[in-house]
Structures are given as structure tokens and as C-alpha cells.
């Protein structure tokens, strides 16, 4: 005979293989489109190329297709580093430096939970520690310019070449100035910005389809505005 508990593990074990198989496909669409998005995409393409004419050249597998959860978003970019900030010894007795060696310990085990946690699953915790740790010089940040996008969420393949495009700025921005999006807001505000307003996801036709226009005049500003506040509240 079946117990309650036995049945309900065997349940959740059919629902963990169904969620995996179901992620596969996503995983698999959203690839297609990236693939289509590098080849096809004259968009894609030139912003890709003034990448590599700044200095700028992207890795390969640079942009990667992940599991976001329940994050509603088509995409981002970066992928926060975090770099342990290594000191001498200091420490004038035993006692003190096995309390700095556990302290080293626990934040290196810390950095490395972190390190294995896709960038759209870290938390604002997990964002705040990251800063008061660099704040404490304990560690350095470094923004890699990396792209994800949500495979999901992503609607077709339009969709998907848009949050391409989308991140795409972000990372020239980044790479032709020294922005700082992890410390400065008005730095995160301006790069969304332009990223909304260049992205084509302020199209009129899909506004109005969405019964988002309430006048013609002056809503592609307002779009931008109002999708870049949505933005920079998310991170």
C-alpha cells in the first residue's frame, strides 16, 4: 500500500521532470532564436560590430538563454564578479588570527554560493551583501558584460531580438564610458533610457495594441520613460 508521503514525493518528482522537460523546450526556442538573431538580425549585427571596433569584442556564448524563474522580464545584462580583496596578516595574536582566517572562510564560502546562482535568481539580499562587502573592502565588483535572456518569458522571435538589442546597448554603453550601474542610479536611468528608446520596444503599433497611448504626440518619450523607471525599480 502506497503511503500519503510516498505518493506525494512520487507527485513532485513527476512535476520536477515535467518543469525540466518544459524548460528544455524553452531553452531549445530560445536558442534558435539567438542563433537567428546573430545571422539575420541586421540590428543585432551592427551593434555587435561596434562592440569589436570599440575594443570591446565579445566572448563567444556571450549571450545565453537561462531560467528565470517567475521574473517576469524578456532579458539582462551583466553578470555581477565578485573578487575577494586577499590582506596580510595583521593579526598580533593566535586567537585573533583564527578569528580572521573563519571570517575569510565564511565570506569565501559566500561569494562562491552566490557565484553559482544565475544572475536573474540573486536576490536584493544577495545584491546588498555584495555591495557592504565591497564597501567594506572585502571584496571587488566588476560588471562582466554578459547577456541572458529569459527563456520563458520570451514571447516569439521578435521579441527575443528586441531584449537582444536591448542589452546590446547596455553593453556599449559600458564599454564606451565609465559607467558604474551598481553604484549610481542615475547611471543605471540614463543607459535604460536609451536602451528603450533605441530598442524599437516603444513601437507605436504594439503601444496601441497594449492601450497604452493616450495621445501620439510625445508617447514615444513617455514609453521610454516609463519602461526605464519599471527597469531600474526591478534592479
Known amino acids: 500500500m502506497t503511503t500519503p508521503t510516498a505518493k506525494s514525493t512520487e507527485e513532485a518528482k513527476r512535476m520536477e521532470k515535467e518543469r525540466e522537460q518544459e524548460q528544455e523546450a524553452y531553452k531549445a526556442t530560445c536558442d534558435k532564436y539567438v542563433s537567428t538573431g546573430l545571422r539575420r538580425n541586421v540590428t543585432v549585427q551592427f ?33 555581477v564578479e565578485e573578487t575577494i580583496i586577499e590582506k596580510k596578516d595583521e593579526a598580533s595574536s593566535v586567537a585573533a588570527a583564527a578569528a580572521s582566517s573563519s571570517s575569510s572562510s565564511s565570506l569565501s564560502d559566500e561569494v562562491a554560493k552566490r557565484s553559482k546562482t544565475e544572475q536573474c535568481h540573486r536576490t536584493d539580499a544577495d545584491l546588498k551583501r555584495q555591495l557592504d562587502a565591497a564597501d567594506d573592502g572585502k571584496v571587488r565588483l566588476r560588471l562582466l558584460p554578459e547577456i541572458f535572456l529569459c527563456q520563458q518569458h520570451l514571447r516569439n522571435e521578435t521579441h527575443a531580438h528586441e531584449a537582444m538589442v536591448h542589452e ?58 516609463r519602461r526605464a523607471t519599471l527597469s531600474v525599480e526591478a534592479n
Open 47 to 79: 551593434l555587435i560590430d561596434r562592440l569589436i571596433k570599440m575594443g570591446c569584442t565579445p566572448p563567444n556564448g556571450f549571450i545565453k538563454c537561462v531560467d528565470c524563474g517567475d521574473k517576469m522580464a524578456g532579458g539582462g545584462f551583466g553578470v
Open 168 to 225: 546590446l546597448i547596455h553593453a556599449i554603453d559600458l564599454c564606451r564610458t565609465k559607467m558604474d550601474p551598481l553604484n549610481n542610479c542615475m547611471h543605471m536611468a540614463c543607459t535604460e533610457i536609451r536602451a528603450e528608446n533605441l530598442s524599437g520596444e516603444c513601437d507605436w503599433t504594439r503601444e496601441f495594441a497594449k492601450g497604452k497611448i493616450s495621445k501620439f504626440a510625445g508617447h514615444g518619450a513617455e514609453c521610454a520613460k
